[in-house]
């Protein structure tokens, strides 16, 4: 990356996305994520959240919440 590049990235306060440090609650954010956008039940998410040991009830009620 030139430095003009770099210039505009911190002026304009371009970064690249940051993931979380934890893989669970970075689980938890792309579910919650996927749920926001009307996505009713995105099946990779939640296979992401059941891997990282969350319950199917956990994560039908945390739908149902967001629903609203």
Known sequence: M???IRAIAW????TAPNSLADPRLEALRL???ALR???R???AEVT???ARG???VQIDWLSRSLEN
Do not use: H, N, Q
Request: glycine share 10%; charged share 25%.
């Open 48 to 50: 992401a959240a059941l």
């Open 54 to 56: 969350f319950s199917k």
């Open 37 to 39: 956008r009307r996505d």
């Open 41 to 43: 039940y995105p099946e």
């Open 11 to 14: 002026l304009f306060g371009i």
């Open 2 to 4: 030139g430095p003009k």
């Open 31 to 33: 579910l919650v994520i």
